[in-house]
């Protein structure tokens, strides 16, 4: 007599087996492990059945990485090599702590100007040690490492080391936006790189009558005498009979208030045989700059000597010559005299807020001041 017996369809040990145990237990085993891969297919069945991603949606927000999962040696990378304050890759250059933690430069430089603006010294995110252009480094390591590391193309979404991103996407990339040649006569055109020649061989404006053209090129000329009128001024200027410069240093005070204000102050120089004295303010005395993601700095020219009749000047403040910010000239005009010795607050005609914060980061502010006297 067999020791297995078929009983409504089911495979069951016959009561005398010595291996009845055994094979209960293996069967039971084995069913569990069925329905577990029946669950598993299931799930996985729903999963590929679910809505597919739209490609048009924004990108999510990168994910952080469970503890114990290895990812991606660039998502691993990335939260090694990330600034401590923006958590963000550096762009450009990367500066580290004395204990090695890394800033971006932005940041660095918009840390030292907080603490410039709050009066208090500025520490690392991390681990709070002293930071300062003198105590702090830029760490070339990491932003080699940086450079390498892949990034996606804003346009065709592919993926290129960081250090050539920059590259392809302004010379090589197919689908980058471009302007049609014809914009100067009224085009507005824009669209990818591969679509420009069709569209330039159908564009209408070389075919535009000169009239239709006229009012294009009016708003043209306007833009163009504007530049060449600061031009011609300075210039003008230059054929002076008396003319003087000289480099200003900008150093930070503040007053006597109960809520302290900071603002700058030059020593006492001479230019044209005259002393003269330059003061400067953020955001215009603000009552707390350092809340503000806008910063500006204004100033003012204050004759200090005593004159006998009326001084016609012009004057203008450019960057030093070992200074990097970036200052568009302009041409201020005053009449100094005794009773009106000193100048209107004037806007420093600096291009963002990046480079407000450069000045402040800076110990002193080193510019070039030129003065121009108007002879009657």
């Known amino acids: 007599m067999s020791s297995l017996e078929e009983r409504d369809g089911g495979v069951v040990a016959a009561p005398g087996s010595s291996s009845a145990g055994m094979g209960v237990g293996a069967v039971g085993a084995a069913v569990e492990a069925v329905a577990g891969v029946a669950a598993m297919q299931e799930e996985v069945g729903i999963r590929r059945e679910g809505p597919e991603p739209d490609p048009d949606e924004p990108p999510k927000k990168r994910a952080r990485l469970p503890e114990g999962e290895s990812g991606k040696l ?33 940041c660095f430089i918009h840390l030292l100007a907080d603490s410039r603006l709050k009066e208090e010294q500025a520490t690392c995110p991390n681990c709070r040690c002293e930071i300062s252009k003198n105590l702090c480094c830029r760490n070339l390591a990491v932003e080699k490492a940086v450079s390498e590391l892949p990034t996606e193309c804003t346009f065709c979404l592919k993926q290129f080391p960081r250090s050539s991103l920059e590259r392809h996407q302004k010379e090589e990339c197919q689908d980058r936006v471009t302007q049609c040649k014809y914009k100067r006569i009224g085009c507005p055109w824009q669209g990818p790189f591969h679509e420009l020649p069709a569209h330039e061989s159908e564009c209408s404006h070389p075919t535009k009558t000169g009239t239709e053209l006229m009012g294009i090129l009016g708003e043209m000329d306007q833009n163009h005498r504007r530049d060449m009128q600061l031009y011609n001024s300075i210039f003008s ?68 000597s005593k004159v006998n009749s009326a001084l016609e000047c012009s004057f203008l403040l450019l960057k030093g010559p070992y200074d990097d910010v970036r200052i568009k000239p302009v041409i201020h005009h005053h009449s100094f005299c005794n009773d009106a010795n000193e100048t209107d607050y004037v806007p420093l005609p600096i291009s963002d807020s990046v480079e407000c914060n450069k000045l402040l980061a800076a110990k002193n502010i080193n510019l070039r001041l030129f003065i121009f006297q108007v002879q009657k």
Request: net charge positive; hydrophobic share 35%.
């Open 74 to 106: 660039e998502e691993r990378l990335y939260s090694v090599l990330c600034c401590t304050v923006c958590l963000d890759l550096p762009k450009a250059s990367v500066y580290q702590c004395t204990n090695g933690h890394l800033m971006c430069a932005g």
């Open 237 to 304: 200027l230059l054929c002076y009979e008396k003319i003087g410069f000289t480099e200003v240093q900008f150093r930070p005070y503040r007053t006597d208030d109960f809520i302290t204000r900071l603002y700058y102050e030059t020593p006492r120089f001479t230019v044209l045989n005259q002393t003269w004295v330059l003061k400067a303010r953020v955001n215009d005395s603000e009552r707390n700059p350092n809340l503000s993601c806008k910063r500006t700095l204004s100033f003012q020219l204050i004759l200090k």
